[in-house]
């Protein structure tokens, strides 16, 4: 599931997504209260992502997820980056 949330992310740049509109879309079902699976995996895509890149899921308190490319971008750029 993480491929698909990230994919879903990544088509949808800058767009912030509310972790029940994230079940709806991803998990395609509705949003039964328990949000915590969407966070979860965000939580394991960030660590698959791995350090460099982990910044490009942002965490909008009180709404939920976006991916903002330009932290990609300053990952690549940054001068420790091996």
């Known amino acids: 599931?993480?491929?698909e949330l990230l994919a879903h992310l990544v088509a949808h740049p800058l767009?912030?997504?509310s972790r029940s509109t994230l079940m709806e879309t991803v998990w395609g079902r509705p949003d039964?209260?328990?949000t915590r699976t969407v966070s979860t995996h965000i939580t394991r895509l960030r660590s698959e992502l791995g350090p460099a890149h982990r910044a490009v899921i942002?965490?909008?308190r009180q709404i939920g997820y976006k991916y903002d490319p330009r932290f990609a971008e300053a990952a690549w750029a940054s001068p420790t980056r091996g």
């Open 1 to 3: 599931m993480e491929f």
């Open 15 to 17: 767009r912030v997504h």
């Open 32 to 34: 039964n209260g328990d």
């Open 58 to 60: 942002a965490t909008v």
